[in-house]
């Protein structure tokens, strides 16, 4: 099956840096890579999405870029806020697959 | 309108208990699935049910028995509550295929 790493498992960044959270995966057939921002007491939201036809994709402060010969991608929040501060996941999927979960990196932004 | 709604949000029970939780979603998704994540945040997948067939059923415990009347509706029941159950447990929906899922609140489970 699919394996997700995902890295830092923590990442402290001041209010206006930049944040870049790093994920890798095993399955070359994978083509869908999207993100989840989990906040305290709340489900995992998705915040933005990439498939593999595509290198890169923005929505406003939010970026990800997509490898797929080196099998990573990653997710650029620029211009960070208190208010990004959270749990965001990454995941893979292959079309009739299950999504894989990276394990999940914890951004605090101080103010 | 809540998109994926799950009840209860809490539910604190005894060791050896059978409770139930409730998961409706109101996106027209013909997928929904139950993640268990524990306290290191780890999302696990535990089943996933597409118009109302069971087609995932990971490494769980069959003291866990999904039952989906609909295909709206995806409820988790579990028997003979044990400690290692505690955990929070999320229902989200999709539509198949590459597309997002989208996720309910969660139900913190807590077994004294």
């Known amino acids: 099956g699919e394996n997700v790493e995902q890295h830092p498992s923590t990442l402290s960044v001041q209010e206006g840096d930049s944040a870049v959270i790093k994920c890798t995966y095993s399955?070359?057939?994978?083509?869908?890579f999207p993100w989840y921002k989990q906040e305290l007491g709340k489900g995992p939201q998705l915040i933005i999405d990439?498939?593999?036809?595509?290198g890169e994709k923005k929505d406003q402060r939010i970026a990800v870029t997509l490898n797929k010969t080196a099998k990573h991608f990653s997710l650029h929040i620029t211009e960070t806020q208190p208010e990004d501060s959270a749990v965001y996941f990454c995941?893979?999927?292959?079309?009739?697959?299950?999504?894989?979960f990276g394990t999940g990196t914890s951004l605090t932004v101080i103010p | 309108d809540t998109a994926v709604s799950q009840t209860p949000k809490y539910l604190v029970t005894q060791m050896g208990n059978d409770k139930s939780i409730k998961c409706e979603q109101n996106?027209?998704?013909?997928?929904m699935y139950w993640y268990k994540q524990d306290s290191k945040k780890f999302l696990k997948i535990m089943f996933s049910?597409?118009?109302?067939?069971?087609?995932i059923n990971e490494t769980v415990p069959n003291r866990f028995s999904p039952k989906s009347p609909d295909k709206a509706h995806l409820n988790l029941h579990i028997n003979s509550l044990e400690l290692g159950d505690s955990a929070v447990y999320f229902c989200?929906?999709?539509?198949?295929?590459?597309?997002?899922?989208?996720f309910g609140d969660g139900t913190r489970l807590s077994i004294l």
């Open positions: 996106l027209g998704h013909d997928t």
């Open positions: 049910y597409n118009n109302k067939e069971l087609i």
């Open positions: 399955d070359s057939a994978s083509n869908y």
């Open positions: 989200a929906s999709s539509q198949g295929g590459l597309q997002p899922q989208h």
């Open positions: 990439i498939r593999s036809n595509v």
């Open positions: 995941a893979a999927q292959r079309l009739g697959n299950q999504f894989y």
